[in-house]
């Protein structure tokens, strides 16, 4: 561990060194990453997307694979009983601005418990988070669940609030 910070160190100084002699000879760095692509017109939903009503928004809402169990890397963030990662897609289909909210994608297994998302890191990324989605806009991430090591999977659900389940998907 000490060589790794000693080299650690010894990299960030010569990083620091280039860059302070790139500005003393006048040269410009560009530090940013590439400039974004130009827009495009939205993405479709995916194929095996359900029709979801919440509230006044209208979702297409897909499930595209499931990891059971995931892996995580982060030692500070270990499973109660096994991670799974579900690969959610979510199209905003209605004429409006939607607010799409993460807690409403739940996994229920063959007992009719429910789970909620939990804590991503070191997991899987792009996680999905809470966002606020424009009309034909799609986003696609992991959500982390943590289920007890002999739960069985019955189906992935999107939960609208005041109203029943929407079976997406079954593993």
């Known amino acids: 561990m000490h060589m790794i910070a000693r080299h650690l160190r010894v990299f960030t100084a010569a990083a620091a060194g280039l860059i302070a ?52 890397t982060n030692q500070f963030n270990r499973p109660m009983g096994r991670f799974v990662v579900v690969d959610w897609s979510v199209t905003n289909t209605g004429t409006e601005d939607a607010d799409l909210n993460v807690l409403r994608l739940v996994l229920r297994t063959t007992d009719q418990r429910i789970y909620r998302a939990d804590n991503p890191a070191g997991v899987a990324t792009p996680t999905l988070s809470v966002a606020t989605l424009a009309p034909g806009e799609t986003v696609r991430g992991y959500v982390v669940y943590d289920l007890p090591t002999d739960a069985t999977i019955e189906a992935a659900l999107y939960q609208p609030l005041g109203a029943g389940s929407v079976v997406i998907a079954s593993p």
């Open 21 to 72: 002699g790139a500005m003393f000879a006048g040269l410009a760095l560009r530090v940013s990453a590439q400039d974004p692509p130009p827009p495009c017109a939205p993405a479709p939903p995916a194929p095996n997307a359900v029709t979801v009503r919440d509230q006044s928004s209208t979702f297409a809402v897909a499930v595209l694979g499931f990891q059971d169990p995931a892996i995580g």
